[in-house]
């Protein structure tokens, strides 16, 4: 398995933006499709967005879409997720994830690897 790692999670206030990064390492970053998932106090973990091997296809949660924008950089192993116009309840631990699978997709248990998260907590 591939070893992630998160970055970019901080505090900020309500309207403001916040760029998150995760550098993979380990493997072939380019076979993985990548998402984002977050978790918030006594929640499950919910899906946020993805993106495909190549970084041409793109999925967003309905809760972020038109606010947010993932990416990947395959010669530097990272995908970032950069948010905007941050709301208090997008505050939660959010978490970098690989998938090996056929296809981007939004569902937890397609994802084999995962990093230790960022917190990002967006204050009112």
């Known amino acids: 398995q591939v070893q992630l790692a998160e970055s970019g999670g901080g505090l900020v206030q309500a309207g403001g933006s916040l760029r998150l990064s995760c550098t993979v390492s380990?493997?072939?970053?380019?076979?993985?499709?990548m998402g984002w998932f977050r978790q918030a106090p006594e929640k499950e973990r919910e899906f946020v967005a993805a993106v495909s091997r190549t970084g041409r296809r793109t999925i967003y949660a309905d809760s972020v879409k038109g606010r947010s924008t993932i990416s990947r950089d395959n010669t530097k192993n990272t995908v970032h997720l950069q948010m905007n116009t941050l709301k208090p309840e997008d505050t939660a631990v959010y978490y970098c994830a690989a998938s090996r699978k056929v296809g981007v997709t939004d569902m937890r248990d397609l994802y084999d690897s995962w990093g230790q998260g960022t917190q990002v907590t967006v204050s009112s």
């Open positions: 380990g493997g072939t970053f380019s076979i993985y499709n």
